[in-house]
């Protein structure tokens, strides 16, 4: 008798993991971002066209997920591991971005751009910042459309900045998000 109730109990706990699995939101790939650096005498511009996106509807949230190592020059005056020396990529690997997206205000009828101000939570370093800033957002039926810019100062995350780069950096990030996409691929 145990060692049936210990078999249910296996497969339970098997199965329980998988069926949570089946219901994770998927990542829409291919969607693009700029990191522009201010440097004292030059801007050292990275994008990547590879940040992952989806929508989480108990938050109400958009999630952006960047690997830094996607994150590639934009020019030739913009060193190729710079971007990786300051978001330490080696031991956090990922830029993370939470922007709230209600959709029942996006998709409120209005079949035209709006711009919401949107809290916006970025995790650098390990260090989460929130702010509000400007979204656009596109409506559409089980997509999100939307595009950003804003800016942060390295100073104020406390973020680690090697010191090679203290003297060429005024500490100014601009980041820019331009017609990034979600769709939601289940009911397809």
């Given at each position: 008798m145990i060692k049936?109730?210990?078999?249910?109990?296996?497969?339970?706990?098997?199965?329980?993991?998988?069926?949570?699995?089946?219901?994770?939101?998927p990542y829409t790939a291919n969607n693009s971002v700029q990191i522009s650096l201010e440097g004292e005498r030059s801007t050292y511009d990275f994008?990547?066209?590879?940040?992952?996106?989806?929508?989480?509807?108990?938050?109400?949230?958009?999630?952006?997920?960047?690997p830094?190592?996607?994150l590639l020059p934009a020019n030739d005056s913009s060193p190729v591991a710079m971007v990786q020396d300051?978001?330490?990529?080696?031991?956090?690997?990922?830029?993370?971005i939470e922007?709230?997206?209600?959709?029942?205000?996006?998709?409120?009828?209005?079949?035209?751009?709006?711009?919401?101000?949107?809290?916006?939570?970025i995790n650098i370093q390990g260090i989460?910042?929130?702010?509000?800033?400007?979204v656009t957002f596109t409506p559409d039926r089980n997509t999100i459309t939307f595009s950003t810019s804003f800016e942060l100062m390295l100073q104020d995350m406390r973020l680690r900045v090697p010191a090679r780069y203290t003297s060429r950096l005024t500490g100014r990030?601009?980041?820019?998000?331009?017609?990034?996409?979600?769709?939601?691929?289940?009911?397809?």
């Open positions: 049936i109730l210990l078999h249910v109990l296996l497969c339970f706990l098997v199965a329980l993991p998988l069926q949570a699995q089946q219901y994770r939101i994008q990547s066209t590879r940040m992952l996106m989806r929508y989480d509807q108990n938050t109400r949230k958009l999630e952006c997920l960047l830094i190592d996607h300051i978001f330490f990529a080696s031991r956090y690997p990922e830029l993370y922007i709230e997206a209600p959709v029942e205000q996006i998709n409120a009828g209005n079949r035209n751009r709006q711009t919401l101000n949107s809290r916006v939570f989460i910042k929130e702010m509000v800033v400007p990030m601009l980041f820019t998000i331009h017609s990034a996409r979600w769709a939601d691929l289940r009911n397809r």
